[in-house]
């Protein structure tokens, strides 16, 4: 299953701390930034996740995430 987040995270030093705070709750998935598009993505690739629960980690740490349609 993937996942993909719109989202306002622009440094790679914030990108770094939110993907460290994703791990520690899906350990077995595959997150990255890729913050060269212009939504600046969040891309989570695992078997289990959830949706809510990654944009609720994001928005706790001031930062806008929707998933991308």
């Known amino acids: 299953m993937v ?12 990108s770094e701390k939110i993907i460290e705070l994703l791990y520690q709750h899906f350990p077995e998935c595959k997150i ?4 060269d598009d212009c939504d600046n993505i969040l891309r989570i690739e ?23 349609e």
């Open 46 to 68: 695992g078997s289990v996740f959830e949706t809510e629960k990654i944009k609720l980690i994001v928005n706790e740490n001031g930062y806008m995430c929707e998933v991308l």
């Open 3 to 14: 996942e993909v987040f719109k989202t306002n995270v622009y440094a790679v030093s914030n």
């Open 32 to 35: 990255n930034f890729d913050l």
